[in-house]
């Protein structure tokens, strides 16, 4: 199985701020890699698939790079609603194993 | 509108048995593969099960295998999920997720709001 590690596990920073949050793959997954965003209570939602391409209706703000085993969800200005939990996800393989989060709080 | 209601969580001794369903609407069901995905109170999301179009072609995470079977009944727009044997690891909030493809690549683009499942004597 695919194993998937986030780092940080939580990061506190304010809005406007640039953050970045990684996602490593145990082996190569080419670009098949998505992220999503959850809130407390609520249903994850879809942000990037194949590791770059942006969902319709995602803010321009959010983007994703990498291919291979490593990955990155940046933020490049911190807005109110963005503080959530972050997932990566891949869809290489079955089973199609998740990140254990990043959790981002208000610093 | 897009939409995915489950039903059918609840309270269950280990060992019980419990049948989630998902209600699907907003969509052509039948032309989308579906997935269940669970998460545990306070921790992250783990991929459970997902099913083919036809319902023929299922697939299982090594936790649930040989005791949660996934379904589809596309005439009626609805998934399902039947947990036997149930333990309290199996506690969670259970989601099913649309699996969509774009140039290759899958991903889950609309979840439903999730049902708890909780196992406790």
């Known amino acids: 199985d695919i194993q998937m590690t986030q780092s940080p596990s939580s990061l506190s920073a304010s809005v406007g701020d640039r953050v970045t949050i990684t996602c490593r793959a145990s082996?190569?997954?080419?670009?098949?890699l998505n992220w999503y965003q959850q809130k407390p209570g609520k249903a994850p939602k879809f942000l990037i698939y194949a590791a770059s391409s942006l969902q319709s209706g995602v803010p321009s703000r959010f983007s994703g790079s990498g291919s291979g085993t490593d990955f990155t969800l940046t933020i490049s200005s911190l807005q109110p609603e963005d503080f959530a939990t972050y997932y990566c996800q891949q869809s290489y393989r079955t089973p199609y194993s998740f990140g254990q989060g990043t959790k981002l709080e208000i610093k | 509108e897009v939409q995915l209601v489950e039903s059918g969580g609840g309270l269950v001794q280990p060992g019980g048995s419990l049948r989630l369903s998902c209600a699907a609407s907003?969509?052509?069901?039948?032309?989308?593969?579906m997935h269940w995905v669970r998460q545990a109170p306070g921790k992250g999301l783990v991929w459970v099960s997902r099913?083919?179009?036809?319902?023929?072609?299922?697939t299982y995470a090594d936790s649930v295998k040989g005791r949660f079977t996934i379904s589809r009944d596309n005439t009626k727009n609805t998934l399902y999920l039947q947990m036997n044997s149930l333990r309290a690891e199996d506690t969670a909030l259970y989601y099913c997720a649309r699996f969509d493809y774009s140039y290759g690549h899958g991903y889950f683009d609309y979840w439903g709001q999730g049902m708890l499942v909780t196992v406790s004597s």
């Open positions: 099913i083919n179009i036809d319902g023929i072609g299922t």
């Open positions: 907003g969509f052509t069901f039948s032309s989308y593969w």
């Open positions: 082996q190569s997954i080419s670009s098949y």
